[in-house]
């Protein structure tokens, strides 16, 4: 059985921010009855927590060298 893994973020917003920053405070794990476990880093000050599927990282492109 796959092990499927969660990320967990908060969602950081201000007036000076130009848009929502997204800061992963923990890991979450399906369970075989897909209910979810999560272990959180940190606590959410507004209380809300953003849980999606975990991707893979992607290359940065390289950059050029002046």
Same mark, same amino acid.
């Given at each position: 059985?796959?092990?499927?893994?969660?990320?967990?973020?908060?969602? $950081?917003?201000?007036?000076? #921010?130009?848009?929502?920053?997204?800061?992963? &405070?923990?890991?979450?794990?399906?369970? %075989?009855? /897909?209910?979810?476990? $999560?272990?959180?880093?940190? #606590?959410?000050?507004?209380?809300?927590?953003? &849980?999606?599927?975990?991707?893979?990282? %992607?290359? /940065?492109?390289?950059?050029?060298?002046?």
């Amino acid at each position: 059985m796959e092990t499927k893994m969660k990320a967990v973020f908060t969602i $950081v917003e201000g007036e000076k #921010l130009e848009k929502p920053l997204f800061r992963r &405070i923990g890991t979450g794990f399906v369970n %075989r009855d /897909a209910s979810l476990n $999560v272990f959180l880093d940190a #606590l959410p000050v507004s209380g809300k927590l953003h &849980i999606r599927d975990v991707e893979p990282k %992607r290359e /940065a492109a390289p950059q050029e060298v002046r």
